[in-house]
């Protein structure tokens, strides 16, 4: 048989294994392998790739994957003792601290402006008025008589007041800053990881009433399989366990479940809905 290519293959195709179980739908398909719910399978292991189906080789396990979908460190973390298989559950937990930090600064900026005052001050001053007088030719006296006929300037002083301006610095005001500290609540907000361990033994108990149901339903005329139906019993039965449905009704998951759905249309949705259904509501029983 010729050795299977990538052109033969797609995402979105269900892989089932040498013994006929499913193991999910393609996610990634590279140029050596394919990843599968995580776990990558080399194209030389793909025994056959009919439609919508892919067959891999018997006695063929997958490698844990780095592409979508990888869980990360449960190859390395398996444990082997004494006959238990021991497979880690991990997550992530946010862990806040807190530093001190420079969150701004109050700027208070001073400037100087200049203005003309004008102060009124009153100022003394003396002032000569020159007056002469008839004396009617009274005799003169010693004192008129001394330097009497001599030459000369005679100076009165004359006296006053000046403005002297000086300037006073004086407070007439001030600006007071007080820093205190408060509290306040913030919500912080990441990303976090955590691993979540499938275990198919759950789902193996309950296969035998999907098919069951699904003798009732669809495969009652023997127009359909079951092996063709069983991913959507599969579908829902790993919705209904999944964390971030819990407490929720198939009604609340069912438009996201829709979407998600491989195929398309409303009528497709239609035809299988009940299978998915069926795979929730008995997971939860």
């Known amino acids: 048989m010729p050795a299977i290519t990538t052109s033969q293959l797609r995402e979105g195709m269900q892989v ?49 994957g780095s592409g979508r979908g990888e869980r990360v460190g449960v190859a390395q973390d398996i444990q082997e003792a004494q006959g238990e298989v021991r497979v880690p559950e991990m997550e992530e937990r946010l862990h806040v601290e807190k530093r001190q930090a420079d969150m701004g600064e109050v700027r208070v900026q001073r400037h100087v402006t200049e203005e003309r005052q004008t102060v009124p001050v009153e100022l003394m001053r003396e002032q000569v008025h020159v007056e002469e007088r008839d004396t009617k ?82 495969g009652a005329n023997g127009a359909a399989r079951f092996e063709d139906a069983e991913p959507n019993y599969r579908r829902g039965f790993e919705a209904a366990h999944d964390e971030r449905n819990a407490g929720k009704r198939f009604e609340d998951v069912e438009p996201e479940l829709q979407r998600t759905h491989q195929g398309s249309g409303d009528d497709h949705w239609e035809r299988l809905r009940e299978e998915v259904r069926e795979g929730f509501q008995r997971a939860r029983q």
């Open 16 to 64: 089932y294994s040498g013994e006929g179980q499913p193991l999910g739908a393609i996610e990634r398909v590279d140029r050596d392998f394919i990843t599968v719910r995580g776990q990558q399978y080399q194209l030389s292991s793909i025994e056959r790739a009919e439609g919508d189906r892919v067959h891999l080789t018997r006695q063929v396990a997958g490698t844990a």
């Open 137 to 218: 030719d009274r005799p003169a006296t010693e004192a008129d008589l001394r330097g009497a006929f001599q030459e000369g300037t005679i100076r009165v002083p004359v006296r006053g007041e000046e403005a002297v301006v000086t300037k006073e610095a004086v407070v007439t005001g001030e600006v007071v800053l007080n820093k205190e500290r408060t509290t306040e609540r913030q919500n912080v907000t990441d990303t976090i990881r955590r691993t979540h361990v499938d275990v198919d033994e759950n789902y193996q108990k309950a296969r035998s009433g999907f098919q069951q149901h699904f003798q009732k339903g669809r």
